[in-house]
């Protein structure tokens, strides 16, 4: 696709609840990261992909949150027994990452994750 | 610690002023140095990027400076429009094989008619 495709724009559940969301970078760029942007707030780090090289886990807040990147491409965060702090949106970015410098991150348009 | 304060937090201006945004960083080793521009509701958009040996940089109304002695930037915005509303955040990226760039919690502009 042109941009980075994220789904769903919009999720909604009660806590307890596991949910997905998914990132679909800009063909060809190697890089993939996913931040959570709360209310008002900046953007924090959360996972950082490239490659085939083992990720960047860094930033995962517990380990209720996992991410995977499946054939160097689509990416998808999974969040264990939603708590309602979980509530934020969640913006997936790639970029080429030419060696030895970052590169323009591209971000999607975000999920944004409500917990009840 | 690699960090990236930015000032003002928030910034309200009348449409066809000028306006000055600040970020100070304390990345180390320094590689780039982007401003990024969020919309509300929408993914942040690279402005401009600034490299070490460059000063200064335009992308039509938004002009970016980089001090890298003083590790300052600023970004300048003349006559502004109604479509300049939204956050403005200073992203710096290290050398050396980090990838994970430093993102500014960023400056809320508000333009009014």
């Known amino acids: 696709g042109a941009g980075v495709s994220q789904s769903p724009s919009n999720k909604v559940t009660e806590k307890g609840k596991d949910v997905e969301l998914r990132c679909d970078p800009i063909?060809?760029?190697?890089?993939l990261y996913w931040y959570r942007q709360s209310l008002g707030q900046g953007l924090e780090f959360l996972i950082y992909?490239?490659?085939?090289?083992?990720?960047?886990k860094s930033g995962l807040p517990s380990d209720r949150f996992s991410a995977e990147r499946t054939g160097g491409s689509v990416s998808t965060l999974t969040i264990q027994r939603t708590q309602q702090e979980d509530s934020a949106v969640y913006l997936c970015?790639?970029?080429?990452?030419?060696?030895?410098?970052?590169?323009?991150?591209?971000f999607g348009e975000g999920s944004r994750l409500t917990v009840l | 610690k690699n960090q990236v304060e930015q000032s003002p937090q928030s910034l309200i201006i009348l449409e066809g002023k000028n306006c000055t945004l600040q970020?100070?960083?304390?990345?180390?080793?320094?590689?780039?140095l982007r401003w990024y521009k969020q919309d509300t509701g929408r993914g942040p958009v690279s402005l401009t990027i600034?490299?070490?040996?460059?000063n200064t940089k335009s992308n039509g109304r938004y002009t970016a400076t980089l001090d890298a002695d003083t590790k300052q930037s600023s970004l300048h915005i003349t006559a502004s429009q109604l479509s300049d509303s939204a956050s403005y955040i200073c992203?710096?990226?290290?050398?050396?094989?980090?990838?994970?760039?430093?993102f500014g919690r960023g400056t809320s502009l508000i333009v009014h008619p």
């Open positions: 970015a790639s970029s080429l990452n030419p060696a030895g410098r970052t590169g323009e991150l591209f």
């Open positions: 063909s060809g760029h190697t890089a």
């Open positions: 992909f490239q490659g085939n090289s083992a990720p960047d």
């Open positions: 970020c100070n960083y304390t990345v180390s080793p320094f590689s780039n």
């Open positions: 600034m490299t070490f040996s460059e």
């Open positions: 992203v710096v990226s290290a050398s050396g094989g980090s990838y994970i760039p430093t």
